[in-house]
């Protein structure tokens, strides 16, 4: 269908390009497109041969041909009494591909000439417009929403499984921009689109409430929806995408002990595991660190050296036989600041040999008993005959661990004490290196802040540079993604905006967006989001469907009945 033509009264580029609609003289338009609807414009130069440019609309405009009237002059062309003006319609295009009949692999970017009809492109020809048919093609095809056009959209795995990149942000309002629905949107749709050949594994922290702590259950809205316009809607898009509307299986959730006297977990979900770590585990893992400012021991060498003077003793005294029986071993964090404050224990004496200052020890006393104030003991567990590490490296499984219930600095220990894990693990296992670990993580701004450095933001930043080469592949959420380490966020290969507030759309981290979508971004809905990367010439601007599994502890309660007469209908 033809609707309009390339106007010769702006500029026209081959990568931008503006369209008057078509309309008889003196009546509007027959159709107006929407913004982010795709068209084509075929056209020919003679050297270069037939031509096909292919395009979204940006933004639609309306004014009086030729000059801007006085008022009672307006007033006189909307009442009919006189025809000083005609009404037009204008739209701003933006390329997305360009194909060429003479030069297939090296199309060349001229620009479509004036006069040039302008056809909507509908149907299977809207993949070819945004490139989806070239990966696609080659199976690397990620379903990450629907178009406004209401055909779906999809994004190339190898910007997301290393191949060519890696990561993804999502960034937006608290409370609007659905960051959380789209992030476990993005799982169960890795989930399904790599199936049995890969079977990647997800490690997901639940940061705030009990909102992931519930992903194998049915929503309680979800199901009292199907029956509604809005839910059958939402069914159509799941079928279009190819996504199954359906709760997460293979899953584990962790949660960590009520106090230090019990291993009930303290959650909303009575069957979660809880998990800690004894103090073999502890310090082989290199977790003792996690616990300091890492911007205090790099400007404090003496408390760095009397850190490290620690973990060496007590790595020394793990590799005997009897360290069990060894009183010089702490089952606590209270053991060792006994044995630090000791004048006759061995590792006072060799902090002392080290030629570390009381100060020092004194100082680093304080800084053990800060963390045994804010829960350590409720992750460095006495009990050295049993582990309860949290176990993560099953194919094709997903792990939830609530973090939600401790303090800043001890959720930092947790997730740093994992990330470290699957580090060492994919650098120890070369087998386990081609399968894909997703740390999905919100508040990423809390752990990998801008304008501090810590212990787990560097390993943020070890992981989002050189993550893709293990296959460790990180989905960080925050609300606004400039107080976000820069060397993380922009290692992100595909960008996610939802509902953003425009004075943080100014910012840098948001120059990927045209201008006119960051105008969009200040007003998107819920379950709306612009999607970036490299596999797309410009941002897409897609909807997604209300999650089929609860993440909220108020979503819950379908019984087993119900979920089975759900599905079986």
């Known amino acids: 269908m033809v609707i309009g033509y390339i106007t010769g009264s702006e500029r026209t580029s081959p990568y931008e390009f503006y369209i008057r609609m078509r309309s ?232 960590v002990r009520e106090n230090t006297v019990t291993t009930k977990p303290n959650s909303l979900r009575n069957s979660a595991k809880t998990y800690w770590w004894n103090t073999k585990e502890f310090f082989e893992n290199d977790l003792f660190e996690l616990i300091f400012d890492p911007d205090e021991l790099s400007r404090n060498s003496n408390l760095m050296l009397s850190v490290i003077t620690v973990e060496e003793f007590i790595l020394e005294k793990l590799e005997r036989k009897n360290w069990k029986s060894d009183k010089e071993v702490p089952k606590d964090s209270y053991e060792l600041l006994r044995l630090i404050g000791n004048d006759d224990s061995e590792l006072r004496k060799r902090l002392q040999e080290e030629g570390i200052h009381k100060s020092t020890i004194k100082l680093l006393q304080r800084r053990i008993q800060l963390a045994s104030k804010s829960g350590l003991e409720l992750l460095w567990h006495r009990d050295d005959n049993k582990s309860n590490k949290i176990s993560w490296k099953e194919k094709g499984k997903i792990t939830v661990v609530d973090i939600s219930r401790l303090r800043t600095k001890m959720q930092a220990v947790v997730v740093g004490a994992l990330l470290k894990d699957i580090i060492k693990s994919k650098e120890k296992d070369a087998s386990f290196i081609d399968i894909p670990v997703f740390i999905l993580i919100d508040e990423l701004n809390k752990y990998s802040p801008r304008s501090e450095r810590s212990e787990i933001a560097s390993i943020f930043r070890d992981v989002s540079e050189r993550g893709r080469s293990f296959g460790i592949i990180l989905i960080g959420a925050e609300q606004t993604a400039s107080e976000v380490d820069y060397r993380v966020v922009t290692q992100a290969s595909t960008t996610v905006v939802g509902r953003q507030k425009w004075v943080e759309l100014q910012k840098s981290e948001y120059g990927h967006l045209l201008p006119e979508q960051k105008r969009r971004a200040a007003t998107l809905g819920k379950g709306e989001m612009i999607v970036d990367q490299p596999s797309l010439r410009v941002p897409i601007k897609i909807s997604f469907p209300f999650p089929a599994w609860v993440l909220s502890e108020k979503d819950r309660g379908i019984d087993d009945e119900e979920v089975e007469m759900l599905y079986d209908a």
Request: aromatic share 10%.
């Open 24 to 255: 008889d003289l003196g009546k509007l338009p027959s159709y107006v497109p929407r913004i982010g609807e795709i068209i084509k414009v075929p056209f020919e130069y003679e050297n270069q041969g037939k031509i096909v440019l292919y395009a979204v609309i940006t933004e639609v405009t309306s004014s009086w041909d030729g000059y801007q009237m006085p008022g009672f002059e307006e007033r006189l062309a909307i009442e009919k009494k006189a025809k000083m003006a005609l009404r037009t319609f204008t739209a701003k295009a933006i390329t997305t591909r360009i194909v060429s009949e003479k030069d297939k692999f090296n199309p060349p970017d001229v620009p479509p000439t004036p006069g040039s009809p302008v056809y909507l492109v509908e149907g299977e020809e809207v993949s070819i417009g945004l490139s989806f048919d070239e990966i696609m093609e080659k199976g690397k095809a990620l379903p990450v929403g629907i178009l406004d056009n209401g055909y779906p959209a999809y994004v190339d795995l190898d910007y997301i499984l290393g191949e060519n990149g890696a990561h993804i942000n999502i960034s937006g309002q608290s409370g609007v921009a659905s960051k959380t629905s789209y992030m476990t949107f993005l799982m169960r749709s890795i989930i399904d689109t790599l199936g049995e050949k890969i079977k990647p594994i997800f490690i997901v922290f639940n940061v705030k409430g009990q909102s992931l702590m519930f992903l194998d259950e049915v929503s309680r809205k979800w199901k009292s929806s199907l029956n509604t316009a809005q839910g059958k809607r939402w069914l159509e898009m799941y079928k279009s995408l190819g996504i199954k509307p359906e709760p997460f299986e293979n899953i584990e959730f962790y949660a």
